[in-house]
């Protein structure tokens, strides 16, 4: 699916406008800025407009703009997003002088961006990674106070209900009566089940799992982080999943190699002047693999290691 056909940035004249303008607001024509970004940005790559597939993704080193230019994208088409993103005085603006054009469906009818569509950044995952473990050891902590006073709630006397002052009391005591009803889940009752956490990775990969939905357009700033070789091989199969069968278009920052050959994947290289879409087994990054594991080939065919 593609909602999202075309996007346009501004040229180096109206990023010059932007900036004097600002200026100008700053203090008249001495005006200053304190922050130029992102103008100046993607005119020196010669990028002036990007064309996008069902995947789409932006390679490059750090400083390449890659996660700029999702950021832009984002805010352009105000999709959702969880962590707080400041771009600075001219970001605003930039975005504002950006231009877009969605796709079309099967019918030739014109597509919009589907409300759920969301900005995922590494903030998000780290986020939802140390939120999973506080709330684990905050209900770790009221679990041993239930422990406590699970008998006495269920052996003690019985609680006469004589007003709503009573009602929580009362409940507790019927709860732990329950005779189908063990201690067990009395606790998963009472304060609740921990999230199940295991290693990083695995903790992040459910986390995408858990958040991509179909039917939507999703930006991805680095889904690799914490993830290992092979949980980024399992994001591979579920990106491509999302793509092929539910309806997801992705926009995707990333220098992972497993990434970068995804099916069908559109490449945009930023750290090419001009910007020139290539293929996964060009990039520099894939190519330093490449080349590290030929020098050693012959550690992988030994028959007696």
């Known amino acids: 699916m593609v909602y999202l056909e075309k996007f346009i940035l501004p040229d180096e004249e109206q990023e010059y406008k932007i900036a004097k303008v600002r200026r100008a607001e700053n203090g008249g024509d001495l005006g200053y800025l304190e922050n130029g970004y992102p103008c100046m940005l993607f005119p020196q790559r010669e990028l002036e407009e990007l064309d996008f597939e069902p995947v789409t993704i932006f390679y490059g080193g750090n400083g ?62 780290f986020d939802y990674m140390l939120a999973a473990r506080t709330r684990n050891e905050e209900i770790a902590e009221d679990t041993e106070k239930a422990k406590e006073e699970y008998f006495a709630i269920k052996y003690g006397d019985t609680v006469r209900f004589s007003g709503m002052a009573d009602y929580e009391a009362a409940r507790l005591q019927l709860l732990s009566r329950q005779k189908s009803l063990s201690r067990r889940k009395f606790m998963h009752r009472v304060v609740g089940k921990q999230v199940r ?16 939905k179909d039917g939507a357009l999703y930006c991805l700033d680095e889904p690799e982080n914490s993830l290992s070789p092979k949980y980024q091989l399992e994001m591979k199969s ?45 990039l520099e990054n894939t190519r330093l693999y490449f080349d590290f594991f030929q020098q050693n080939r012959e550690l992988f065919l030994k028959k007696d290691r």
């Open 238 to 282: 579920l990106l491509e999943e999302k793509s092929r069968y539910g309806g997801c278009q992705l926009i995707i920052a990333t220098h992972s190699p497993f990434l970068l050959a995804l099916r069908g994947a559109k490449i945009y290289d930023l750290d090419s002047v001009p910007v020139l879409p290539k293929k996964w087994w060009d």
């Open 197 to 212: 956490l295991r290693s990083n990775g695995e903790t992040a990969l459910r986390f995408f799992e858990q958040e991509l």
């Open 64 to 125: 390449s703009g890659k996660s700029t230019l999702l950021n832009v994208i984002a805010e352009k088409l105000s999709l959702l997003r969880m962590a707080p993103f400041n771009g600075g005085e001219l970001f605003a603006p930039y975005v504002r002088e950006c231009g877009l054009r969605c796709g079309f469906d099967d019918e030739g009818e014109p597509l919009s961006v589907p409300k759920r569509s969301r900005i995922i950044t590494s903030d998000d995952v």
